[in-house]
């Protein structure tokens, strides 16, 4: 595990930079243009790039022949747009404030599901590098409590300009972080090592390796879910008589997720598909009980017990792209799962919107509905596989790194 204490050093301060980003942004733009539709916009320009620089930036890793210069360059890029629109946002013409934020957020990929994929250049396979993951995982928790909490506090002490400084000295620190980490595969070469994939083999691997077309297109439902659970948490509270409890809620669904990460994430003896299923049914089925109750109290518990229940899916979908991602694609299919549920949230958010006139516990249950199909779409694409068959073994290192061909299945 050489290194991975640094690892989670830099993949905490780059998330710490990345989640902070959503709150600066509109906080700045409506402190210096009292509009947060500006802010919105901008942040709409800095998430839209994800899915699209996923497949970009997995392929560039993939052949880059000085990884750790891209992987460097990547935070520091993300770091770079941080800063200027922190200097330009509200000052500035809109178009290049928002060409700015395409920049900094086509960088996104490699912030999150690029730096998981490192990880198995850093721990050997088996148990060690499922609890890596399971810390890894813990990384997106911490950052996701803490980066808004932090941004929320310097800006109502001070400005949201500190606030936006803080998130760009944590990006920074990231990138020097990442600058001292090696960058090889034990036992695999490094990851520009053996023949190159082209930039659409990344897709072509989540859809043809049926265990990661199963947790691919299960999160990704999931998430158009859990995108919109931040605005329905705000209106369940309002519908509870406590309109300013939605961040309330919403932090002991974070505590919860952290809390779940490191306890449930760590399983080992269950297969990590099936642990991402149960977690995504039992996610759903607390969050239809919060959508039937009349308790600010009760609502927090059972909000802390989804985000208890969601913890371990995120462990099990980065210990399945590790398994069963061919080496060539790696780097390509952990850019794309993370696109891709960035893009779902944002669709979820956007639905809700739409649709915010409805009861808040009709839409609360709606998102515990799409965990619950989350669920079930799994089984169903997890039993398609060969996993049916009856072979239900874990792949060995070298038939997970096999291109395209047969592979050994989870037996999720």
């Known amino acids: ?41 901008v942040l709409t320009a800095w998430l839209a790039p994800h899915v699209l620089a996923a497949p970009l930036a997995g392929a560039a890793a993939a ?21 200027v629109l922190a200097a330009l946002l509200g000052r500035a013409p809109a178009p290049l404030v928002l060409v700015v934020a395409v920049i900094g957020g086509s960088c996104g990929p490699m912030v999150t599901g690029g730096m998981s994929s490192l990880v198995t250049g850093l721990v050997p396979a088996g148990a060690g590098r499922d609890r890596a993951y399971s810390w890894d995982a813990s990384t997106y928790n911490a950052a996701s409590i803490t980066a808004p909490a932090a941004v929320s506090l310097i800006a109502a002490l001070l400005s949201a300009g500190p606030a936006m400084a803080l998130l760009v000295v944590a990006g920074a620190l990231a990138a ?61 509270a309002t ?53 039937f109750t009349t308790s600010l109290p009760v609502g927090v518990a059972l909000f802390a017990a989804a985000g208890v229940c969601d913890g371990p899916i995120l462990t099990a979908t980065l210990r399945i792209r590790s398994q069963y991602a061919p080496d060539a ?17 944002s669709l979820g958010a956007a ?6 006139e409805a009861p808040p516990r ?22 398609r596989g060969p996993a049916a068959a009856g072979a239900a073994t874990e792949p060995s290192e070298g038939s997970a790194r096999a291109p395209f061909g047969p592979r050994t299945p989870a037996g999720p």
């Open 1 to 41: 595990m050489h290194g991975f204490g640094r690892y989670l050093a830099a993949a905490l301060a780059a998330r710490f930079a990345s989640e902070g980003m959503a709150m600066a942004v509109v906080l700045l733009a409506v402190e210096r243009t009292g509009s947060a539709a500006h802010g919105a916009f």
């Open 176 to 236: 020097v972080l990442a600058a001292t980490l090696p960058y090889g595969d034990p036992g695999a070469g490094t990851p520009s090592s053996g023949p190159r994939a082209g930039l659409g083999a990344g897709l072509v691997a989540l859809w043809r390796i049926h265990e990661l077309r199963a947790i691919t297109s299960a999160t990704t439902l999931a998430f158009v879910g859990i995108g919109s659970l931040t605005t329905v948490s705000v209106l369940l």
């Open 351 to 356: 639905l809700v919107g739409l649709a915010a």
């Open 63 to 83: 052949r880059a022949r000085r990884p750790r210069l891209f992987h460097v360059g990547a935070l520091a890029g993300f770091t770079v747009a941080a800063a």
């Open 239 to 291: 519908r509870l008589d406590s309109p300013g409890a939605g961040g309330l809620l919403m932090t002991a669904f974070a505590v919860g997720a952290l809390a779940g990460t490191l306890a449930l994430g760590r399983i080992t003896a269950v297969p990590p598909g099936r642990l991402a299923r149960w977690a995504m049914a039992a996610t759903g089925v607390a969050l239809a009980g919060a959508s």
């Open 329 to 345: 694609v790696r780097t390509q299919v952990f850019t794309l799962g993370a696109g891709l549920k960035v893009t779902a949230a």
């Open 362 to 383: 009709v839409l609360l249950a709606g998102i515990s509905v799409l965990l619950l199909a989350s669920a079930l779409l799994h089984a169903l694409v997890a039993a």
